[in-house]
């Protein structure tokens, strides 16, 4: 079974940082994706950004230039790194791994983290 295990979140001033780190757990053998969505309350889960296993990275345009993705491919994690904060980026936070191949020989498979709560707010 694969696991998503996110941490870092919390409540930050305007103009703040925060720092989320999601480590995929489990028997891996690879993982096409990863990368992080958001849902504020009475919105819909949008995406934040995604980067392959190449590392070409694809950001929402609300959060380019203040947000940086990187990831450790042997580690199979990810750390979002967000400057400038806003507090229109209030939401809960998931993590998410798409196309996860547990072997080579199976269907790939797409997980989700638990979530984090990220608040901006004076």
């Known amino acids: 079974q694969v696991q998503l295990v996110e941490s870092g979140g919390g409540l930050v001033q305007p103009g703040g940082s925060l720092r989320l780190s999601c480590a995929a757990s489990g028997s891996i053998f690879s993982i096409n994706a990863m990368g992080w969505y958001r849902q504020a309350p009475g919105k819909q889960r949008e995406l934040v950004v995604v980067?392959?296993?190449?590392?070409?990275?694809n950001y929402a345009d609300s959060v380019k230039g203040r947000f940086t993705l990187s990831r450790d491919n042997a580690n199979n994690t990810v750390v979002l790194k967000m400057n400038n904060l806003k507090p229109e980026d209030t939401a809960v936070y998931y993590c998410?791994?798409?196309?996860?191949?547990?072997?080579?020989?199976?269907?790939?498979?797409?997980?989700w983290g638990q979530g984090t709560q990220v608040t901006v707010s004076s």
């Open positions: 998410y791994a798409d196309g996860v191949y547990q072997r080579v020989w199976l269907a790939p498979q797409n997980y």
């Open positions: 980067i392959t296993s190449g590392g070409r990275t």
